[in-house]
């Protein structure tokens, strides 16, 4: 079946600690791949976007992801998080008819 | 300028009312879409419009219509509400199908 996975429903860091948002997606999967982040009471804000080149993208805020096909993976990460950074963060990628699947999402929570 | 905006923000009514929720986007995009995200978090697309067109429907009840009448607009009109209907309804847009899509600050519909 045609799926996203973000295996960590729940992240806490500490402020200026390093992070690492994990995503898997199944087979069928065109190899376009979304970082996207939603702040409470908020919209969806693209953080980065992989459609082909550099399997190492930077992004908006900070935030870089890296492709790794092998793996079926693109983890998100950050060296050093800001308390702002406090939100839900979902990977999303198209399957077949550019339809896209969202992942389940993980809740980001920073501690002083 | 807002790029994809939606009204309403809140939408509170009774079980069984009918009522409509309006997207604009004035990114010149070609292709619209609605998504549903329901107390989870989890989100789910529903439909899609490429050109006024109705290019993605998924198992939604038809009591859920969907809109186009320019490239510019996507309306949801629901009818009958239902308890279960209760979610944040967000509309996005892209250039083309497949690429990438920006999303509305969504509308929060309560249904009592």
């Known amino acids: 079946a045609q799926s996203v996975t973000q295996p960590d429903i729940h992240i806490t860091v500490s402020e200026g600690a390093s992070l690492e948002l994990r995503c898997n997606y199944s087979?069928?999967?065109?190899?376009?791949l979304f970082w996207y982040v939603q702040s409470p009471g908020q919209g969806l804000q693209l953080l980065l976007k992989y459609f082909s080149g550099d399997t190492l993208v930077q992004g908006i805020k900070g935030f870089e992801a890296e492709f790794k096909r092998s793996q079926s993976s693109f983890n998100l990460r950050k060296p050093s998080v800001h308390w702002s950074d406090a939100a839900e963060y979902f990977c999303?990628?198209?399957?077949?008819?550019?339809?896209?699947?969202f992942g389940t999402g993980t809740r980001l929570t920073i501690i002083p | 300028d807002t790029a994809v905006s939606q009204t309403p923000k809140y939408l509170v009514t009774q079980m069984g009312n009918d009522k409509s929720i309006k997207c604009e986007q004035n990114l010149g995009h070609d292709t619209m879409y609605w998504y549903k995200q329901d107390s989870k978090k989890f989100l789910k697309i529903m439909f899609s419009?490429?050109?006024?067109?109705?290019?993605i429907n998924e198992t939604v009840p038809n009591r859920f219509s969907p809109k186009s009448p320019d490239k510019a607009h996507l309306n949801l009109h629901i009818n009958s509400l239902e308890l279960g209907d209760s979610a944040v309804y967000f509309c996005?847009?892209?250039?083309?199908?497949?690429?990438?899509?920006?999303f509305g600050p969504g509308t929060r519909l309560l249904v009592l």
């Open positions: 996005a847009s892209s250039q083309n199908q497949g690429e990438t899509q920006y």
């Open positions: 999303a990628v198209p399957f077949g008819n550019e339809k896209l699947t």
């Open positions: 087979y069928g999967a065109t190899p376009y």
């Open positions: 419009y490429n050109n006024k067109e109705l290019i």
